[in-house]
């Protein structure tokens, strides 16, 4: 069975600061494993997504995230901040090409202080 | 393209009344999802269509809950009749198929029932 675990529902930076938000999987099978961004009152978007190629994996606004198989990690990550990444994340994990069977993660909050 | 579009985007309306929700999906995609999203309960997948036929349902929280798929490109939600609990935002998503498992989300109906 898959399931994913974020393990910090609200983490707050200042702008120019780094980002890590983190999340960890559980998949009996391979994996493609999702990062998607909510703003307020808006739907999800993409932000970047694995399947089977580069473990380091580049998304839009200039986020990346590292599949970790060892660790079951999929933490995602931005050098600098900007105000306007402040929003909810959500880690999701499938198994691979198979239709449906999202599994989101609770979410993580984004806060960054000017 | 377009994106998903998703109407209405906002919807109050009384406890017993009939509720319809409706969606587009992205021209070419083979899959659309109906989710559910509360504070409580995060992203809940209701149901999904592949080639206008549900295939799983049981994320339907009950009879009450109806979704249809008549041709390619509209979808409904429909809750008869409606109940405070069924405030939340709902989403519709479609995917390509054809070995993505990518969903791309419409901007969601944010649903108040008093």
């Known amino acids: 069975a898959q399931s994913v675990t974020q393990l910090d529902s609200h983490v707050s930076v200042s702008e120019g600061t780094p980002v890590l938000l983190r999340c960890n999987y559980s998949?009996?099978?391979?994996?493609?494993l999702f990062w998607y961004v909510q703003h307020p009152n808006k739907g999800l978007q993409l932000l970047l997504k694995y399947t089977s190629a580069a473990t380091l994996v580049k998304g839009i606004n200039g986020f990346e995230a590292e599949f970790k198989k060892s660790e079951t990690s999929f933490h995602l990550t931005k050098p600098s901040a900007h105000m306007s990444d402040a929003a909810e994340y959500f880690c999701?994990?499938?198994?691979?090409?198979?239709?449906?069977?999202?599994?989101f993660g609770k979410g993580t909050k984004l806060s960054v202080k000017p | 393209d377009a994106g998903v579009i998703q109407s209405p985007r906002h919807e109050v309306t009384e406890m017993g009344q009939e509720v319809t929700l409706r969606c587009k999906p992205i021209?070419?995609?083979?899959?659309l999802f109906w989710y559910r999203q509360t504070m409580m309960r995060g992203l809940e997948l209701l149901i999904y269509f592949n080639n206008n036929v549900p295939i799983d349902d049981s994320g339907m929280p009950e009879d009450r809950f109806s979704a249809k798929m008549p041709n390619a490109s509209f979808s409904t939600l429909k809750i008869q009749p409606s109940e405070p609990r069924d405030s939340a935002v709902y989403f519709c998503?479609?995917?390509?198929?054809?070995?993505?498992?990518?969903?791309?989300f419409g901007p969601g109906t944010r649903l108040t029932v008093l």
């Open positions: 998503a479609s995917s390509p198929g054809s070995g993505s498992d990518t969903q791309y």
């Open positions: 998949s009996s099978y391979s994996p493609s």
């Open positions: 999701v994990v499938t198994v691979r090409r198979s239709q449906g069977n999202l599994i």
């Open positions: 021209s070419g995609h083979d899959y």
